[in-house]
């Protein structure tokens, strides 16, 4: 456990959590950011890296992974600290104003204002619809390989045609007692070179790889004993296996969050137009997860709200410091935290 | 043009599709329980459909790119499509499609 005093934590490190991260440095406001996945971008880089961007401004076309990397080189000269693969987890109020933001590794971040830019929530693993599936998660059945060890010499099951399940099947191969992968069809996602890699360790017999879907886990107490696969060709059979892997990527969830006592609306987080702040003074929601008469789920939206938001948490944080309206073409003095005069 | 929609707790209901329109945007904006995580990008799986009765034949086929995120999709089967990568016109009067499960 480690705690962290700052001005500001910021929950989502997309691109409004950034760009909020050069509003609240101008105004002498550190930031602490905290994201679930190993990387900043949010969905630009998780969803649409490559995929091109043509309504930010002054940018006629930018792909999400640009725009990422443009991000992160303007908000350098303030420096602000990621926490990563982090979910934040808990949000409290302390005796003395301040807010003490909990996550799910164990890290505290206090400071007076929280800032909310999660998106559409938490990426977390998409969970086939398998009926009883939970029942399994965590013992049997796993959506990461965290530590390779723990599978070895497990009878596995793999399912997906990514290149989580590509590689994984790759590496978990030599330490398995038995490795299958299953996907619906005989194409992958994958990179040709994993998908070649993947069919020659077929092709020795190393593992085996059937064209099927998964329709049912069998077993007791949370420990997997078969599966029922099922194909056009074969309709359904059995499968003995102990430990199933299935990879179909991410998907987002509002987690936490809806227990942090916000006042939601179908999971968005209503805020004023003035300060994007949410019924819980200190408590800022910018970009795609909040909600307010007219909004647009745009990045350029969630700018200039990073923006008004940053006005506000100057003053929370500095009550007795007078706030001073500034041009960085102009102000010398936003010039030199700018690393420019 | 209509669009019969079931969703995931089976009812039917009929929308109205607008040509040049995705069905996903139809299907999202009548409140259909469609994630759309991308926007349309197809980029998520999050609009992934079941397209029933006879409608599958009638659509162009899906592009390389649809085919390789529907290796993201859940509970993919042979009807399986992306209904961000459908697009709505006279044609497709009638389309009837299933919510895949989530």
Known sequence: MSTIETDVAIIGAGPIGLFAVFELGLLDLKAHLVDILDRPGGQCTELYPEKPIYDIPGLPIVTGQELTEKLLEQIKPFNPAFHFNQMASGLEKLPDGRWKLTTDADEEIVAPVVVIAAGGGSFVPKRPPIAGIDAYEGKSVHYAVRKMEAFRGKNILIAGGGDSALDWTINLAPIANKLTLVHHRDGFRAAQHSVNQMRELAAHGKINFEIASVKALHGADGQLSAVTLSNAEKKEWEHACDTFIPFFGLTMKLGPIAEFGLNLTENLIAVDTAKFQSTTPGIFAIGDINTYPGKLKLILSGFHEAALMAQEAFHICKPNEKLRFQYTTSSSNLQKKLGVA | ?102
């Open chain 2, 1 to 102: 043009m209509k669009i019969v929609a079931t969703d995931r707790n089976g009812v039917e209901q009929i929308v109205e599709g607008r040509d040049g329109w995705s069905v996903m945007e139809i299907l999202r904006d009548a409140g259909l329980p469609i994630a759309a995580e991308c926007g349309g990008a197809c980029a998520c799986a999050t609009c992934h459909v079941y397209v029933t009765g006879d409608w599958l034949e009638k659509l162009p086929p899906k592009s390389d790119a649809e085919t390789d995120m529907l290796d993201m999709a859940l509970a993919v089967e042979p009807n399986s499509r992306l209904s961000c990568q459908i697009t709505c016109k006279p044609e497709l009067d009638g389309i009837t499609v299933t919510v895949a499960p989530e």
